[in-house]
């Protein structure tokens, strides 16, 4: 291939790339919004399923995620670095200013054209976070850059014991590093093997096998692909509805 047909394709793959919104120095295009003045804690963990994300260790920097970015809930639990594009919207942007926020919910599509719908990357916001970058009494739509970053977590991985009888559901969260999970499996003292639980919806994980009264271990896999194993960390004595932490054992 000659030095022209070379720049061409160089060419073509730049465009290819800024179609999608990505910027040369790895931030990418998007829009946020925001929920409202006053958050209610239990709106926030949604379609995750962490009922209130300050329990589950997010504090109150979170973000309901276009379908684009949720995945199917596969983003659940990750960690995002917003920053406004002060030099697109001046009026409501503040210049320098970025925040991170946790991915605990989905923003859905709508039949009118909405900011959350295919192919958009957007960012409903929880107001705390939202005005860290933007200015008061902007209700509208900004536009903002934004990368994955890992996430900063206190304290060790918790895992929430759900279901009833032998369907036996967890709720992973409090995830450091990476922060949204990819693949689970789970081992009772009784047992030998590994069991792998497969995603019920957002970041509760589900097994068929009957637990109940075992020491259980879990593996957690992040989407980077990290693994640690958390051994015993939940007691035999476990009844559905109690949160069990890894004690400093985390990602990161």
Known sequence: ?????????????????????????????????????????????????????????FGAHTAALSGALFRSGESCGGCYQ???????????????????????????????????????????????AFFRIARRGNEGIVPVFYRRVGCKRRGGVRFTMRGQGNFNMVMISNVGGGGSVRAVAVRGS????????????????????????????????????????????VPSSWWFGQTFSSRGRQFV
């Open 1 to 57: 291939m000659d030095m022209k047909g070379k720049y061409l394709v160089t060419a073509i793959l730049l465009v290819g790339t800024l179609s999608v919104g990505m910027c040369s120095n790895g931030w990418i295009r998007a829009h946020a919004t925001y929920y409202g003045v006053n958050d209610s804690p239990a709106s926030l963990g949604g379609a995750c399923g962490y009922d209130n994300p300050y329990h589950a260790g």
């Open 190 to 233: 009784k047992g030998k093997t590994w069991l792998q639980m497969t995603r019920n919806w957002g970041a509760n994980w589900q097994s068929s096998g009957d637990l109940r009264g075992q020491r259980l271990s879990f593996k957690v896999t992040l989407t980077d692909r990290k693994t640690l194993t958390f051994l015993n960390v």
């Open 82 to 128: 917003v920053r406004c594009d002060f030099p697109a919207d001046p009026k409501w942007c503040l210049r320098g200013a970025a925040v991170t926020v946790t991915a605990t919910n989905f923003c859905p599509s709508n039949n009118n054209n909405g900011w959350c719908n295919l192919p958009r990357h957007h960012f409903d916001m929880s107001s705390p």
